[in-house]
């Protein structure tokens, strides 16, 4: 049995609450039956990216290091960006949820090998985590805290990986995201820098400004920020957040506090780096799509260029669809995550040898909160709790039976 999950994003707590470990108990009590229905000699979980969050950090905040820093610079106390990620990681282990949650996965293992199935975690690298392959030493300390096993802590984690058995293939999906690629894994990408020094700035900055008692509700609702999907949403999500203000000036001040920070951002070098002055490109994009303004109405933000882009970026299906592994009929399925969305969409079907060859795209979705848009489409948006997860079947395992996906919401 194959059992893939992604973006759990496990942080350290410092910006945005990390998951409930009540999910990872659920999860692995349902995979103890599931393994047992199917008689399952063996059970593989795979980490599908995004799983330990090294971006969302207010650790970063302490000194200009960030994720695209060079090896040799340093802080006022002579850390340099290793150094900052070991801490991050560090952070996240300690995390007394996070090791509630990982326990519950460790336990599940211990009960399977009583029963005689052997259980297996794999880790795929998302644009969350996408650190930890940088430095070996963080990579020791990840394998052990999810116990991977016997995995070569000297190897980086794959990006990508193909089930024969399973006929299965799968990735994160960052990689067609142009927020949060850059070219080559080992890399930053604008994503980080958006979160690092918009998101995670934001609900502190606008405590500091307006104190913490002048709207303690608002303040709290804030800090929802970063379930926001796609972030260029964020600003309507503002707007949305602040109509419940108490009072018109705190509103306006949220605001303001919020195009300060996004006018920071854009002279940030990196950001600078990522501007072709002789073209249209994606930072033009962010100067339009991210500042909050007075003079473009809901309709006329919803149709900037870049908002466009996105939304069409976050359906992955043609992305699947044109994957070698499915082209040449050695896949049947293919599992992205990153969009945060579960999806399902039947790809195509190929006769073959007198087999009818089914092809799948399936999006694992993600284990947080998501704030989504009402379907008016105005700066309303709500919110619940998430958790998917996809299992798939070898032949004999669920007789006919090739995968089960367990889909659920909290509200």
Known sequence: MLVLISDLHLTDGSS?????????????????GMAEKAQANN????FLGDILDLI????????????????????????TLKEYTLEIVKRIRENG?????????????????EKGIAVRFTYLIGNHDWLINRYDEVRVGVTRFLDLGEYNENVPFRTSAFWEGYQVFARHGDIFDPFNFDGQRDDSSLGDAIVIDLVNKFSKSVEDEIGCYQD????????????????????????GVCQRAKSKEIAEKVKEVWNNLVDDFLKIDFVQRHDRSWQIDIVDGLQLGLKISKYLSFKNIRNLP?????????DYKDKALNEEYLQKN????????????????????????????????????????????????????????????????????RKDKQFEIWNGALG
């Open 97 to 113: 949820t996070n090791l509630k949650s990982i326990n519950y996965l460790k336990d599940f293992k211990g009960r399977m090998k």
């Open 306 to 314: 870049l908002r466009k882009l996105v939304k069409e970026e976050d």
């Open 330 to 397: 050695k896949a049947k399925f293919v599992v992205y995550g990153h969009t945060h969305n579960y999806t399902m969409v039947p790809l195509d079907l190929v006769l073959r040898e007198e087999e009818v060859f089914q092809k799948i795209y399936f999006n694992t979705g993600t284990w947080r909160k998501v704030q989504v848009q009402t379907f008016k489409k105005d700066q309303k948006f709500l919110s619940w709790s998430v958790m998917t997860f996809i299992a798939f079947y070898l032949e004999g395992e």
């Open 16 to 32: 945005g609450e990390t998951i409930n470990c009540g999910a990872f108990e659920k999860f692995t009590l349902c995979l103890e």
């Open 43 to 46: 059970v593989e979980v795979v």
């Open 216 to 239: 303690p509700n608002l303040i709290y609702n804030l800090k929802e920020i970063d379930n926001v999907r796609p972030l260029i949403d964020i600003p309507l999500w503002i707007q």
């Open 56 to 79: 969302r950090s207010d650790y970063w905040l302490k000194s200009k290091i960030r994720p695209w820093s060079r090896e040799e610079e340093r802080d006022n106390e002579g850390k």
